[in-house]
């Protein structure tokens, strides 16, 4: 566990190091292009405006947003390997956190944690001018997103609950065999949900989108507690006792 901490002490620490190193940089290599642009543009059809906005608008880029998104994302990622190495601590010591209702209830502060990460994201692209200003507002994609992760987390939730039938939760969290096609299948679904999860961060540590980095990491450590389930085989115990009497002929 000391070697994942000292990976995310040295991700945040370079993170924070490239976006103090991207403040020093001028967002654009002429600060007025953004308002230049939008009116320029703004008399053209819609699809046409935001095809040029974009293409014409990266010319005037400096390194700043890609240093600073990556640094974010760096620091996002550190901060995650932290958060989830304290999960899986206070899971293996905790016999509390082993329980349905906690896991859930951390699952869905995840899923809200998603909410005010999408609200930093867009207002961060707003403030340097990443849309144009006769765009929609941030309020549209914000609210979009939020509902989005308000129904993955209903989803996900009953989800989750589908597979702890005859999959309990276990004591320690570990690789195990499965014993059953629905075993195999199950544990098949779990481990392509993680590879998502994993996607996700990879995706969005370039990107500086801390919500896609954060909380599927600490994400990944309530999989893999599910992954680690054992399957209990529920028998017939009035057949059983019907067997046993007839062996012992009562």
């Known amino acids: 566990m000391r070697w994942l901490i000292s990976i995310s002490i ?15 940089l001028p967002v654009y290599t002429d600060a007025a ?5 939008s009116n320029e543009l703004e008399a053209k059809p819609r699809e046409t405006r935001f095809k040029e906005w974009y293409s014409r608008l990266r ?12 640094g974010r994302g760096l620091c996002a990622a550190g901060a995650g390997l932290l958060l989830a190495s304290g999960v899986w601590v206070l899971y293996h010591r905790s016999p509390r956190m082993r329980t349905t209702w906690a896991v859930l209830i951390l699952w869905l502060a995840l899923w ?5 990460f999408s609200m930093w994201y867009h207002g961060v692209r707003q403030q340097r001018f990443d ?10 994609p914000v609210f979009s997103e939020s509902l989005t992760w308000i129904v993955g987390a209903l989803i996900s939730s009953f989800v989750l609950a589908l ?13 195990v065999r499965p014993s059953s096609a629905y075993s195999w299948t199950r ?13 996700c961060v990879a995706s969005g540590i370039p990107d500086g989108d801390e919500g896609m ?3 599927p990491i600490v994400a990944s450590v309530i999989l893999l507690a599910f992954l680690s389930a054992h399957e209990v085989i529920i028998t017939d115990k009035s057949h059983d006792t019907s067997i046993a009497h007839s062996k012992t002929g009562a």
Do not use: N
């Open 10 to 24: 040295v991700l945040i620490l370079a993170g924070a190091s490239l976006v103090i190193y991207a403040t020093t």
């Open 33 to 37: 292009a953004p308002e230049r642009l």
């Open 59 to 70: 010319t005037y880029e400096t390194p700043h947003k890609k240093l600073s998104d990556f």
């Open 112 to 116: 809200a944690m998603r909410i005010p």
């Open 131 to 140: 849309y144009p200003v006769w765009g929609d507002s941030i309020a549209i």
């Open 163 to 175: 597979l702890l039938i005859r999959h309990p939760l276990p004591d320690l969290i570990r690789i």
């Open 187 to 199: 544990a098949a679904f779990l481990a392509c949900w993680i590879a998502i999860l994993g996607l």
């Open 213 to 215: 980095v954060l909380t």
